[in-house]
């Protein structure tokens, strides 16, 4: 297990460049399974889930080669297994991904429930409700959710609520389906129009992604296509933050600023200054920031993915900030090890009372997931003292070479392993 070393209270200045989005490069990779050659996908970001995600491809029978750390090849020719492992899917969320893609393409998929941020109870109802619509038959047993279908046939699907993973999902099990699926009350993230454009590449007819009405007409094949993932919000957001918590200078670039509006108001809001370029932006942050509300929506609302790192700055903001969780259940776990920092937050049900303190001090803390991770990474840089982060296997599932991207931009971060080191145990025996 490895520790993160963080040594606050330094202005970070400069810029940074922000890697593909993992939420869309998730859906993106499953959704290759449709094609009947080879994808090659661009700005793939490294990180645990999507290295996670392509073993298990790799296991299906899928080819997998990296051209280079963030290009991938992606052959699936030789397919000849439709049962994904429990090994792989306990670790990651968007495993479910799979049994849309599978579904869709074999009419047929065995995948464990899956894994992901332990955030609150995490259902996936409405992918079943949307897979069953279609004519299949799907079933929960030991763990494994097995579905199947003679013919998938469109329909339309009502959600009962936004949710992104059963948009995408239901888009995967009908882009082959016959006839016309229609989605309503569909999710609108940036990732489902970045995974809709990517079907359409492929040759699927979809229209409307980006607005609650998806509709989908099936057609017979999928092709083999290029595409470029597009720039990780939640990422662009985490490192906007650490320019304020740390009253500094950040630019994040390679980005697509609409995506940012909802952080961007907010932080505007607090009194960061934020300058919008075509690609980039800026964040400055001078004196003390502000206390706001905050409520986490839909997109394109504020993300509950950066409800943990808000809360962190919040933390240490003048005044009484309100911070309301409204898509997760229970979201707020990090908030006593943020308290363990010196920040003064209540929680009562799905929000969180947060009185502002002058300063936060380093500590020994521990991520309970990876957004969480996120807020303590940037509360120890805001901190006064040095911060030794736990458990951040976590962080790794979603943040690419995140200590080297601080550490550019002039925070003192470093990972120390707690293995014990071989060559002391050699002295000692
Ligand atoms: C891999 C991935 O992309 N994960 C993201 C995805 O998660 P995920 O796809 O799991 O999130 P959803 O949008 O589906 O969940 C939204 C809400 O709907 C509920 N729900 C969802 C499906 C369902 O069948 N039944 C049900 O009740 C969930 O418990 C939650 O309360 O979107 C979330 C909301 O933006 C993000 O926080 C996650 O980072
Ligand atoms: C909650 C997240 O991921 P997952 O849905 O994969 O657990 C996230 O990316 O913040």
Redesign the pocket.
């Known amino acids: 297990m490895e520790q993160l070393v963080i040594r606050g209270n330094r202005r970070l200045t400069g810029q940074v460049f922000i890697s593909g989005a993992k ?1 869309a490069a ?2 993106i990779l499953s959704a290759a399974i449709l094609a009947d050659d080879v994808c090659i996908i661009e700005n793939v970001p490294c990180v645990r889930d999507t290295k996670i995600l392509l073993q298990s491809m790799e296991q299906l029978g899928v080819r997998v080669d990296y051209i280079d750390e963030h290009k991938i090849k992606v052959d699936t020719r030789n397919i000849h297994n439709v049962k994904v492992d429990y090994d792989y899917i306990k670790k990651i ?2 495993s479910y991904y799979l049994l849309g893609a599978l579904l869709g393409k074999y009419r047929e998929a065995e995948v464990a429930l899956p894994g ?1 941020c332990n955030i ?8 079943i409700k949307g897979f069953e619509a279609l004519g299949a038959t799907v079933e929960v047993k030991h763990g494994m959710i097995e579905a199947s279908a003679e013919r998938l046939v469109g329909n339309n699907v009502f959600l009962d ?6 948009t995408i999902n239901i888009m995967l099990a009908a882009v082959l389906a016959e006839g016309t699926t229609v989605i309503e009350n569909a ?1 609108k ?1 940036p ?1 489902i129009v970045d995974v809709a454009n990517f079907l359409n590449s492929m040759g699927a007819k979809i229209k409307g992604a980006g607005t609650d009405i998806i509709k989908i007409n099936g057609v017979k094949k999928l092709h083999g296509t290029e595409y470029m993932i597009i720039p990780d919000q939640i990422e662009a957001g985490t490192y906007m933050i650490a320019g304020a918590i740390t009253g500094g200078d950040v630019t994040v670039n390679n980005i697509i600023p609409k995506h940012m509006e909802a952080i961007s108001a907010k932080l505007s809001e607090m009194g960061a200054v934020i300058e919008e370029y075509d690609e980039s932006i800026r964040v400055i942050a001078n004196g003390q920031l502000k206390n706001i509300h905050v409520k986490t929506l ?1 997109y394109p609302g504020f ?3 950066m409800q943990p790192q808000m809360t962190a700055l919040l933390s240490k903001t003048s005044g009484t900030s309100i911070m309301t969780e409204s ?3 229970s979201r707020f776990s990090y908030t006593d090890e943020l308290n363990r920092m010196g920040a003064n937050i209540k929680v009562e049900g799905n929000t969180a009372v947060i009185e502002g303190v002058k300063q936060l001090t380093g500590a020994e803390v521990a991520a309970p997931d990876l957004r969480a991770g996120a807020g303590l990474i940037l509360a120890a840089l805001g901190a006064k003292g040095e911060t030794v982060l736990s458990n951040i296997e976590y962080i790794d599932r979603g943040y690419e070479h995140i200590e080297q991207k601080f550490i550019d931009l002039g925070a003192e971060m470093f990972r120390i392993s707690d293995k014990p080191d071989k060559s002391m145990l050699k002295v000692v025996n």
Do not use: Y
């Open positions: 939420n998730l859906a969320r968007a992901g609150g109870s995490r259902p996936i109802d409405q992918h609520l936004v949710s992104v993973g059963a999710a993230e990732h839909p993300p509950t993915d898509i997760f259940e």
